[in-house]
Structure formats: C-alpha cells, structure tokens
C-alpha cells in the first residue's frame, strides 16, 4: 500500500496569500495517478487537480498541481475565503489511498 | 447536471449488516463507474471499491474483501454497497462517487453523493 504525508498538517494563511501543500509518498506513484481534492465541514470532498497538474471542470486557474514520482504539489496562487478548507492528495496508481489532509485556516 | 443521491442516516448493532443506495440521474448510469469512500468521524478518506454498472463487475479494497458487497440495478440507475459484521470502528459517513472518466476504472472521484451516516452501536 501506498502511503501518502500530507505537510503541513494545519497552513494559516490570509486571503491573498500563496499556499502551498505538499503530498509526499511512500513510493513512486504510478503514471503521476495523483489527485487533490477539497473538502469543507459536512459536505462531500471536491475534485481539484487529477493527473497531478490537470484542473477538474470549473476549478479556478489559481489551484495548481505539479510533481511526480513521489513528491507533489497543490500551490494555491491567491486565497479566498471560499478557499479556507481540508485538502487532500489521493493516489490511484495502485490500490487507491488518501493522505491524512491538510488544514488550510485564515490567519 | 449529475446527482448522486444516498439513502438516509442509518443506526446498526455490531454483527449487523447495512446497505446504503446512491440513486444517479443526469448522465448515463452504465457509462460511469461508482465508487465507495468512507470517512470516520474527524478523520480521513478511506476507499472502499468500484462498481462497473454496465457488466457488474467489482472491485474491493483488501480491507474489503469478504465483508461488502457492490451491486447495481441498470433499472433504477441505483448503485448499492452492502457492508456486513459491522464493528464500531465502521462508524462513518459513507459516500458514492463517480468516476471521471466513462468506461474507465481509473478512481478519480467527480461527483460525488450527499453521503450517509452509518452509526454501530450496541
């Protein structure tokens, strides 16, 4: 099983800021079979990023993921309130796993 | 645009057994793989396995095996996922989910359903 390290656990950031969350796994992900996804309190996860750098339908061109092999990385260019949420890389290389998330709070 | 829509809350005794249905509309229901993920109260996302619709065929988690099964009915564009022997720790809220791509297995998950609260507790 591949494990995915999600780093920083929580980012406090205010609007405007760059954030960038990193996801690092256990072993090379196969193809780049690399995923991000958003999630707020009581409502389902959202697809962001697959692919490793490719946007879902309708994500705002400033959510960007880059990386391969085993380090990756979601760089949101200029939060906005709407953006304050958990974060989560998944990978469906092989078995599918999640990474244990990432924090995104306003400073 | 697509809707997956889940069952309701559940409350369950340990060694029961539960099912939750996701009822999909707006796209065609064979075209699309489901997926199950389950997320425990404060923690993180946990998949579960996929349902091709259109042959039947699954997929389990190994964690899985033997203790859920995934079935559909082309009828109702309805998806299921049955989890059986259930313990505490199977507390969660379950969703399905929706492949991206169509006739592809590939997990990565679009459109996801409301989800279900699934509660063991003696």
């Known amino acids: 099983e591949i494990v995915l390290t999600q780093s920083p656990g929580t980012l406090s950031l205010s609007p405007g800021e760059r954030a960038t969350l990193s996801c690092r796994a256990s072993?090379?992900?196969?193809?780049?079979?690399l995923a991000w996804y958003q999630q707020k309190l009581g409502q389902a996860p959202r697809l962001l990023i697959y692919g490793a750098s490719n946007r879902a339908t309708a994500i705002p061109d400033r959510f960007s993921g880059s990386g391969s092999g085993t380090d990756f990385t979601l760089t949101i260019s200029r939060l906005e309130p709407d953006d304050f949420a958990v974060y989560y890389c998944?990978?469906?290389?092989?078995?599918?796993?999640f990474g244990q998330g990432t924090k995104l709070e306003i400073k | 645009q697509v809707q997956l829509v889940q069952s309701g809350a559940e409350v369950k005794k340990p060694g029961a057994s539960v099912k939750v249905s996701c009822k999909a509309s707006e796209y065609s229901f064979t075209a699309y793989y489901i997926h199950w993920v389950r997320q425990a109260p404060g923690q993180g996302l946990e998949w579960m396995g996929w349902i091709n619709p259109n042959s039947g065929g699954t997929k389990y988690a190994e964690k899985f095996q033997g203790r859920v099964t995934m079935t559909s009915d082309t009828s109702s564009n309805t998806a299921y996922m049955e989890l059986r022997r259930l313990r505490s720790d199977d507390t969660a809220v379950y969703y399905c989910?929706?492949?991206?791509?169509?006739?592809?297995?590939?997990?990565?998950?679009?459109?996801w359903g409301q989800g279900t609260l699934v509660t063991v507790s003696s």
């Open positions: 989910a929706r492949g991206l791509q169509f006739f592809d297995s590939a997990e990565i998950l679009q459109h």
């Open positions: 072993q090379s992900v196969s193809n780049n079979y």
């Open positions: 998944q990978q469906y290389g092989s078995s599918p796993t």
